[in-house]
């Protein structure tokens, strides 16, 4: 995400300056209004606000926490600081309990066994990082809690400002929300949180990519094909008058980059199998292979595996990502308006599961969660409109994920693989059935020059027949939100395709470009790697 850094003091001229229209908290709104999470958010909102206006101790704490990033990402879980000791010889819940009673506090905490203070970065600069809590009094927001299309903040417990659901804070803010990387191992456990019972071990990270080892210190993090139905895809108009830069199918990378990806072999595949004379050859026969037209039987080379090197998510992904929500007063679900609510997310958590077919059994089922910074993904331009900011032009990106696959053993695994991507929340559980429908090469056999064991016999799938398979694959899967749906990787595809020279700057650079496997939503770069 584009960030501009500029000066932010003028907030609180504008908070003043707008004092006079503030709309007072209601402080006789019973506790029998706490239907869902939405209105324990907002209420542990206004409280929180109330403690950050008035106590240095807690703002340095949560600048504290959110820095040591227990989840790779800048939340502060409250089951796990509640109890912790501020420098004012106070616990945190303790300070909270200065400004509002022991009932509601144990009303909030059995509501929201996941929650969590996020500190944004923001436009303005405004970031965990930046943030001085000595001179900077933050408003606190309850996230996605939009009630006609606006997003209330609060300071010193009452309304401060609203900002429409296009629109993203300039000034320093903080998030309550539910955590989307830990899940509750025993809700019984946690039935009447405020008795002290929500500790650790009640708790468990959904990925371990998500649990941030560091010891409690900051960790810094992580030719074309034919699209595939899909099932679901955003419309464009949710975010129209944004402009976009153009969809990536392939990626450009320069030598560097290229071989830091491990890459090189793929590269020079091009060339040795003859496919820069015109030749229809696969790139991976001579990558696993050695495979060339003069010499067309090899044994597998087992120093290679697949890796999900890139990806790249399209308008139409990024739509799925900032607009999908089940409540029906979420603006998102009206075309007039341009959610701009991941600014309050943090951090992507991307899901990718990937199928392919065995000979003997079911098959393989890889599933690996990365934790992805917006702006590795995405490049935002904003413009400022007084104390908020707007989206002028998305410009995709690609994001390295770089997740180890298998050794592609095409005589006992399948043509086909199929990978699903979807971003997480914590919508519960669901099961999964997903069929792959691919092929298998049968032309192995035995060449008693390549030693004991089998040999790949001719290019490509030689002059035998290839045997078709279909099998179904279930699984459960853990707090699955937006589906962008699958792609299709086969061993035949041409990954590298051509190196061009780049003038920029005076400068020339030669750039090497891939193709990838995509969908309307996605592009992934799937390509080997030498791992010995």
Not at 15 to 34: E, G, H, I, R
Not at 396 to 415: C, G
Not at 418 to 431: F, L, Y
Not at 460 to 478: I, P
């Amino acid at each position: 995400m584009k960030r501009k850094f500029i000066k932010i003091a003028m907030f609180s001229m504008c908070l003043l300056s707008c004092a006079k229209d503030d709309v007072k908290f209601q402080k006789d709104n019973p506790m029998k209004n706490f239907t869902n999470e939405n209105v324990a958010k907002e209420k542990f909102a206004i409280i929180l606000s109330k403690a950050v206006s008035s106590n240095q101790s807690m703002r340095d704490f949560i600048q504290e926490e959110a820095l040591k990033m227990m989840d790779n990402d800048y939340d502060v879980f409250y089951p796990f600081i509640k109890d912790e000791i501020l420098d004012n010889n106070l616990s945190f819940r303790d300070n909270l309990l200065k400004v509002t009673d022991q009932e509601t506090l144990n009303r909030i905490e059995g509501q929201l066994p996941l929650l969590t203070i996020y500190v944004p970065t923001l436009p303005s600069g405004f970031s965990p990082e930046t943030w001085t809590p000595k001179d900077e009094i933050p408003v606190v927001v309850a996230e996605g809690n939009y009630k006609n299309n606006e997003l209330a903040f609060f300071q010193n417990r009452e309304e401060k400002i609203k900002i429409k659901s296009n629109q993203i804070p300039g000034f320093p803010t903080l998030v309550v929300k539910s955590n989307e990387r830990i899940a509750v191992k025993n809700k019984a456990l946690l039935a009447n949180s405020g008795t002290n019972k929500n500790v650790k071990a009640n708790y468990q990270f959904i990925s371990s990519e998500f649990e941030n080892k560091g010891n409690g210190t900051r960790s810094i993090k992580v030719t074309s094909k034919k699209a595939l139905n899909i099932s679901k895809t955003a419309s464009s108009t949710l975010l129209s008058g944004i402009t976009w830069g153009p969809r990536l199918t392939s990626i450009g990378l320069t030598t560097d980059e290229m071989n830091a990806s491990g890459l090189a072999d793929v590269m020079v595949s091009k060339e040795a199998i003859g496919n820069d004379k015109g030749a229809d050859n696969w790139q991976r026969d001579f990558v696993y292979y050695n495979l060339i037209p003069s010499n067309t039987n090899g044994k597998l080379k087992t120093n290679f595996k697949e890796f999900i090197h890139y990806i790249s998510i399209s308008e139409s992904g990024f739509n799925l990502m900032t607009n999908t929500n089940s409540d029906p007063d979420d603006p998102i679900l009206n075309p007039n308006w341009h959610n701009s609510s991941f600014w309050s997310d943090g951090y992507f958590e991307l899901r990718f599961d990937v199928l392919s077919n065995s000979k003997n059994g079911q098959g393989e089922r890889f599933t690996d969660i990365r934790s992805v910074k917006p702006q590795d993904l995405f490049d935002i331009q904003y413009k400022r409109l007084g104390p908020v900011y707007i989206i002028e032009k998305i410009i995709p990106k690609f994001a390295k994920v770089d997740i180890p696959l298998q050794t592609w053993d095409l005589e006992n695994v399948s043509y086909g693989w199929k990978i699903s991507v979807s971003e997480t929340d914590q919508a519960g559980t669901s099961t999964i059935s997903s069929t792959n429908s691919s092929k298998f090469a049968t032309n192995f056999g035995i060449d008693a020059g390549f030693g004991i064991g089998k040999v790949k016999i001719g290019l490509k799938f030689g002059g035998s027949t290839e045997v078709s398979s279909s099998k179904t694959h279930t699984y459960t899967v853990q707090n699955v939100s937006d589906e962008f749906g699958d792609v299709l990787v086969q061993f035949g595809d041409n990954i590298y395709d051509k190196k061009e020279p780049v003038y920029a700057n005076g400068l020339i650079n030669i750039y090497y470009y891939f193709n990838t496997a995509y969908n309307s939503n996605i592009s992934l770069l799937v390509a080997p790697k030498r791992i010995n």
